[in-house]
């Protein structure tokens, strides 16, 4: 069974940029889509980014569009997000997730493997 361990949040400035990357091991083939979701304390986990494994397609939150960036290495298994311009609206627990449907969402539900979640904050 697949297993997701996500790295690289922490704080920085707002404005600033960091990477995120979940490493999936035990990896499935029928895996179809790897995304990143955040939830803040008080909110619904919200989807960011997800991409196909088949194509790497992608599909984005409108609030993250033209500063996040979703992307992946098939090699080792990594998925990564890169967040440039973070803003305090950005600070959130940050999942990584697994989909076996080959349709694409931003919607939890359909979402079977997560991880544990990485933190990052954004300081004014």
């Known amino acids: 069974q697949v297993q997701l361990v996500e790295s690289g949040g922490g704080t920085v400035q707002a404005g600033g940029s960091l990477r995120l990357s979940c490493q999936a091991s035990g990896y499935d083939s029928s895996i179809e889509w790897m995304a990143w979701f955040r939830q803040a304390p008080g909110n619904w986990r919200e989807g960011v980014a997800t991409i196909s494994t088949r194509d790497d397609s992608t599909i984005y939150a409108d609030s993250v569009t033209g500063r996040f960036s979703i992307s992946r290495d098939k090699a080792k298994n990594l998925v990564f997000l890169q967040m440039n311009n973070l803003g305090p609206e950005d600070a959130a627990i940050y999942y990584c997730?697994?989909?076996?449907?080959?349709?694409?969402?931003?919607?939890?539900?359909?979402?079977?493997?997560w991880g544990q979640g990485t933190q990052v904050t954004v300081s004014s």
């Open positions: 997730a697994a989909r076996m449907s080959r349709l694409g969402t931003l919607s939890s539900v359909g979402y079977t493997t």
